[in-house]
């Protein structure tokens, strides 16, 4: 919830760790952006026609030929259990060590990190951090053959024990590590592992081309020399920091960068030629994204996911002074590892091909479902009422009452603005920004209830669907009837809270979660709310330590789909998610706030719409509110670029009378000053989701810097010009700053 406005770009400002997936010894602080608008179709490079790649690591000699298929062939090293993996259609071959590693400037430590299959850090005996790789400490290898590829018992000098099982199927090569086979001896404990780091490595910009990177709507590295220096890598905990075991802090006068929502990275070598797209399929929620790009530690252009068993933690020594210790985590995460990477050839070598395996992917475990067409094209967001602040008793600021509603969807709908999805937030009894968890009765200050039911049946004879906000997630100190048993803590015994609009705010136990959906489906049902907007509960991934209800990450987001789905019992139930991560999309009727570009790290080179690809023609998306965007223009030829739909945050009363509130941030709102532009937008927007309704987005090329040609399953293309220049596309003139949709030959 209190999403007001949105965040925009970033300047990374974390530490340089050897390899950032395995620094776990520093209080993480989340990488930050300065505050710069920015427009896909002007940051999305035209990709350059090259030359077939050099295929730098092609050599196949000392490596055992163990699977293959009509595909692929999988090799494997027998003594470092490095694999290489070799196109049959085009020869090309991907390889996870380095050939001639001794021409390179590379250190033994680094040899050895590339060269091994496994790099793994761990406690010692002595409560010491050491590292080892499997070239390096003298570790023994039992490796044995199975059904399309091998299996491998590794005993590390350390004496700890795991299982690598490297196999070949027709969607690419399975990568799995089994919990159940890690043998920790003794006081010896694990604490993290990197499984093949050096798969598809690139040496400064050899090769052309590109690593992917699941910032926002998705982020390109290229290899290229930018003029920009990186200082620090890319480093993203899949589904966000757990901050029950590390807290978060945002630098003054900065956004807090994007969440990896979706657990994937890629590289391309040669857009149009070659690319790998790796999928975490299990202990994503333990893992972490690192990307690093020739010049930072090596000369190489690399990117893997490392996977945390134990995460070290501050516990405070002192109640005052902040004195602390660090400490390990004693208890092991329990998750198996299993990565899958996916082979991309011709043209689906690049992002929008990556972006299509996911989908094939996601469609293949039953997570998304294609529609047979699309859904509203525009979201109205109203803010009901407000929490202000009193010296005896908070007061309830009505910025739209329920029976507005009504009168603002008829007025749009009398000059055709009809086709709408309403989300009513600040519904609940004291406003907005009220004491959560608590949300019921209904605030009588906005209306009645035979009024709330007039209203929903109205909208209802209208087909518009109305969404209320809600919230499993975000818990107040002061709300009635729950005490801070209710809270849940980090490692440290600290409760996790976090600043919302000037608020103090906590997080609820995710049992405890489960429990007050339970209740409130009987409210939900009793006041005919059969539609709901859920805030945080989809995107807030967290474990918890409090006595008698502790929770690993694996466990809270067990408990938060089973909170999804006590939601959506009622047959005629639905749920829109609130920039949900990937494992809780099947539970979304619409994917509302979804990032229109990256969290702007000053080494990106390109933002693109991954995630507008994957989800198209399947979840119906919503855009971040167009009254806070810098260009109406720019905002629009975004939307119809990426294939979303535009919102609108919205209030009856003009926003000043917030300014005393939690809510002073919105500074333009009233519903009348924005009517022209709803209308503006809505009529364009129309157009472009009548030609694509149902269809799913096939390619989008940069046809010149600043114009974008984007390509539907339904032979629908839509070109944006995002130029101050008209462009002539075919027999067709787009004018500058303009769009046209076209149908077959047209």
Sequence with gaps: MFKKILMICAVLILAIPVVKAFAQDEEKVTPTVA???????SVTQKEVASKPVVNKNAALDGFDKVAENASLELYVHPDSLAIKVRNRASGYVWSSTLDGMSQYRLNQSWKDFVDSAITMDYLNAQGKKKRESLTANGARVMLRDVTDGFEATITFRSRIKMNLKVTLAEDGVHVAIPDGKIVEPGKVQILAVNVYPFLGATKDAEVSGYMFIPDGSGGLIRYEDTGVKMDAPYSAAIYGTDVGVTPVTVAPDTNAGYVASVPVFGMVHGAGQNGMLAVV?????YGEITAYKA?????????????TYRSVYKQPTSKTGGKAIELYQDAR????????????NGSDADYVGMAKSYRAYLVEQKVLTRKAESGPVMRLEFLGGETKQGLFRDSVVVMTPVTDLTQH???????????????YQGWNHGGLSALWPNKFPFEKKLGSDAELADVMKALDERNVPLYFQTDYTTAYEEAKGVDASAFAKQINTKTIERGVDGNV???????????LAKADAEHYVGNSMTHLAVANSASMLYSTHNSGHSFS???SMAKMLAVLAELRKNAKAKTALYQPNDYAWKHAAAYLDMPMGTSEYIYESDAVPFLAIVLKGYIDFYAPYSNFSASQMEDLLQLVDFGAFPSFYLTSEDSYALAKTPSKKVYTSQFSNWKPEIKVKYEAIAGVAEATSGATIERRDIVTPGVVCVTYSNGTRVVVNYRKADYVFG????????????????
């Design 731 to 746: 027999n067709k003139t787009v004018a500058a700053k303009d769009f046209a949709v076209l149908k077959g030959d047209n």
């Design 505 to 515: 705010v906590y997080s609820l136990l995710p049992d405890g979660a489960l429990e």
């Design 553 to 555: 990450r694996s466990e």
């Design 295 to 307: 010049g930072l530690s090596t000369d190489f252009n690399w990117i893997t996911a490392g996977f």
């Design 281 to 285: 399929e299990k202990g994503a929620e």
């Design 333 to 344: 995460n329990r998750f198996d590892i299993g990565l899958t990477y996916r082979f991309l």
């Design 35 to 41: 505050k710069v608008e920015q427009t896909s179709g």
């Design 409 to 423: 969807v008829t007025a749009l709908g009398n000059e055709g603005v009809d086709d709408l999805l309403v989300v």
